[in-house]
């Protein structure tokens, strides 16, 4: 298999235009859910960092009116939107396994449906990351694939080959407590995705 990074970044650049507008129409409500929780949690002001910001869409822009966001993503030409859209956010081109934050510099990290294409070897690393990244009692939002799934590669994903993986539920439930988190909910939530009900694992933790 091609290094499953490239394959993400080459994917989400040729689909860059076409997910904005996809995931302006998908999830809607749960997106917006969890954005809220995020910001009825934190302070105005809030260090927030987005893991797999993308194109910078409700969700981000949302948080940068409120907070001093930088958003992190693999893809360039995504950033390049999110630039465009909110240029009062600071966008890095980054792996967010690679991202060096200062330690307890960050009052939440945020990562909706992004975590699912970070092969899965990676994922306790990033989250004893996360958690020294983040000052005593702050937050983790993110979204998570629910199956035992080893990385695998799917041709046509909105036009593009896309790697995804992910841990059952209990498995990220239990690599998060290992990394210091207090998991505050867990829930599976199931929404249409182009006719299909398609579940993910949501996190609300603190450290
Ligand atoms: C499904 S999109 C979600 C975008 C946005 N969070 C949203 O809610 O619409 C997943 C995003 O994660 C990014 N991504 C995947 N793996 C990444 C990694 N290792 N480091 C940084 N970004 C990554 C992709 O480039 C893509 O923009």
Redesign the pocket.
């Known amino acids: 298999m091609d290094d499953p990074?490239r394959i993400?970044?080459r994917g989400?650049d040729e689909a860059a235009e076409r997910?904005a507008a996809w995931?302006l129409r998908t999830r809607t409500a749960e997106?917006l859910a969890y954005t809220r929780l995020v910001l009825d949690v934190i302070e105005p002001g809030a260090r927030v960092l987005?893991?797999?910001?993308?194109?910078g869409?409700p969700?981000s822009r949302m948080l940068a009116e409120r907070h001093r966001l930088v958003g992190?993503?693999?893809?360039w030409r995504?950033l390049r939107i999110a630039r465009r859209e909110i240029p009062s956010a600071a966008w890095v081109q980054?792996?967010?396994?690679r991202f060096g934050a200062a330690p307890a510099s960050v009052d939440a990290v945020v990562?909706?449906?992004?975590i699912?294409?970070?092969p899965r070897e990676e994922h306790a690393g990033l989250f004893r990351e996360i958690a020294r990244w983040l000052r005593p009692g702050g937050w983790f939002v993110a979204s998570f694939g629910t199956r035992d799934a080893p990385g695998h590669v799917e041709d046509g994903w909105l036009g593009v080959r896309m790697y995804s993986s992910s841990h059952a539920a209990q498995t990220t439930e239990r690599l998060l407590r290992q990394a210091g988190f207090r998991i505050q909910r867990s829930r599976v939530e199931t929404e249409d995705e182009d006719g299909q009900p398609v579940p993910f694992l949501w996190i609300v933790a603190r450290t």
């Open positions: 990074k993400v970044a989400y997910h995931a997106r987005e893991l797999g910001c993308g194109a869409g969700t992190v993503d693999l893809s995504s980054a792996d967010m396994a990562a909706f449906y992004s699912i294409h970070l």
